[in-house]
């Protein structure tokens, strides 16, 4: 009785959170001897959204034109009157030069205004105050250049609605909410993320009614229905936030923790306990995203809007995508529906340093100018290789995120050690795990030798903790002045001291 209460208690989380916990066949009966997985394991669509690694947010709406950061619901529809017709085309080009691998565009906000005509409220672009807003269909025109240039696009859709009168009722989710994110989720099944923000209730206009509305966001949106009726239409689309699928990183600063479980439990709260960390021992696979501002001042574009430098998006970038979170960075479009130059400028001169320091290929950057991956001109060796024919350290090197080293089941430790024949210039080392066999790294220490006998510890004052999808390590272990002079070496090891299962690594770089 008891183990039947158990068990029917484990199945609702598990379907409702869209986790696989498919069995693969065990060690024994597998010739290829091939790990278990250790659970909880991505979805498919999970693994597919970890790669887009670093992508943009363009937060561009009603509030461009009225100076607000949270529109109250109210406005005027003529207000929306971009001074030329948007062009999302140039947004998605600039973002490329910065290595980025797509984008969300915000196409409605808090304030209810939508960017698109809509069956759904009059409170829309139908009604813009002049021709460049009524003719400018933001998500089609976005989903459109973001296909032509091959980067992936999502969109943020506040379920939150100061304007709606349903808000706060059901009919807001049914014939409002639910219906808006099946019009969008029309353009393009490709889509990779849809946003759904956690701010919701409060004051705001709701027709002309006013006052404040209260709902429970786990429970208000029928989020298990929203996930399969948008799943249907983009099966790849990750629902963030309150779609359950990826969560908040806990902060707008551009930082994961150094440690970065890509797991949460889900008692804790939707966020999972502390989100910059995740939870070593949660049972959700909801890995973690960090949105963040490229300019100083709010989400959206105000006046005399500055831009934080390159070297600083660069520092985020490292503290994100470089400890197991996603970077989506906001770079908001002006009153002509444009970028302005300075953030042009600025993103440009992030990807040459993506491009010049860490290989992220760069779109319009030649290869020849990529920092060289020094592990590939390295002798690697393992204390421990699988049993088996493909688990071998020349999987770290092979561009396959699929295949990957592997040391036999029991084993919790196990050092790499790569060694040149002349002495190197090493400043970046990245690793990356298999995901699709769970998230298993705990512990690992880093040391160099320049004679190639005695070794030195490198960055003892990181957490060098989680590995994840992917981390990368400043070996001079400062991430706001990680480029520096280097360490001339001739032996590089990383040593692992714990994980939660055997180790796997797919690969491993070093700049
Ligand atoms: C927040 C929103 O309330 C902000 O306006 C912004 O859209 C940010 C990305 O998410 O929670």
């Avoid at 598990?14 to 060690?27: D, H, P």
């Avoid at 024994?28 to 959204?49: F, G």
């Avoid at 500055?306 to 995508?321: H, N």
């Amino acid at each position: 009785m008891k183990l039947k209460t158990l068990l029917v208690g484990l199945t609702i989380p598990l379907v409702g959170y869209a986790q696989s916990f498919e069995m693969k066949n065990q060690t024994l009966a597998d010739q290829d001897n091939r790990p278990a997985p250790c659970h909880p394991v991505p979805h498919a669509r999970q693994i597919l959204w970890n790669e887009t690694e670093f992508y943009a947010f363009f937060h561009y709406g009603m509030n461009t034109f009225t100076g607000q950061e949270w529109g109250f619901g109210n406005e005027n529809e003529a207000t929306y009157a971009p001074t030329q017709k948007p062009n999302p085309e140039q947004w998605v080009k600039a973002v490329k030069a910065a290595g980025m691998k797509g984008g969300i565009a915000v196409v409605k906000h808090h304030d209810g205004f939508c960017l698109w005509p809509t069956a759904t409220t009059t409170h829309s672009i139908a009604r813009a105050g002049n021709a460049n807003g009524r003719e400018a269909n933001i998500p089609e025109l976005f989903a459109a250049a973001s296909q032509k240039h091959d980067m992936k696009y999502g969109f943020y859709i506040s379920p939150w609605d100061r304007n709606s009168a349903h808000y706060g009722k059901d009919t807001y989710v049914s014939e409002v909410f639910l219906k808006q994110c099946e019009e969008l989720a029309k353009y393009g099944n490709e889509q990779f993320e849809m946003w759904f923000d956690g701010a919701n209730g409060g004051d705001g206009y709701y027709g002309g009614e006013g006052g404040s509305r209260s709902i429970d966001n786990s429970i208000y949106y029928d989020t298990p229905n929203l996930r399969a009726r948008v799943h249907d239409l983009a099966p790849n689309c990750v629902l963030w936030g309150v779609g359950g699928e990826a969560r908040w990183i806990g902060n707008e600063s551009g930082f994961a923790g150094e440690t970065c479980w890509a797991m949460t439990d889900y008692n804790k709260g939707a966020s999972g306990g502390r989100a910059e960390n995740g939870d070593e021992n949660g049972w959700f696979w909801n890995p973690g995203e960090s949105d963040a501002k490229a300019t100083n001042n709010g989400w959206f574009w105000h006046q005399g809007e500055s831009m934080k430098s390159a070297e600083r998006l660069f520092q985020m970038y490292l503290e994100t995508v470089g400890r197991n979170a996603t970077l989506i960075l906001n770079c908001p479009p002006d009153r002509r529906g444009l970028l302005p130059d300075n953030t042009v400028d600025e993103l440009k001169k992030l990807g040459k340093m993506l491009h010049e320091r860490l290989a992220v290929p760069v779109f319009g950057m030649d290869e020849t100018t990529a920092a060289t991956d020094l592990a590939k001109s390295a002798t690697i060796e393992a204390t421990e290789v699988r049993t088996g024919n493909s688990y071998a350290t020349d999987m770290l090197t092979d561009d396959n995120k699929d295949t990957y080293w592997a040391t036999n089941d029991a084993t919790r430790e196990a050092s790499i050690t790569l060694t040149w024949d002349e002495p190197q210039t090493l400043r970046y080392l990245q690793l990356m795990e298999p995901i699709q066999l769970g998230q298993r790294i705990k512990k690992f220490t880093i040391e160099y030798s320049a004679d190639g006998t005695t070794w030195k510890r490198l960055c003892p004052v990181m957490e060098t903790t989680t590995v994840g999808y992917k981390r990368i390590i400043p070996l001079n272990g400062s991430t706001s002045d990680s480029y520096g002079e280097g360490y001339r070496a001739t032996k590089l090891r990383i040593n692992i001291l714990d994980s939660r299962a055997c180790p796997l690594l797919s690969n491993l770089s070093v700049y």
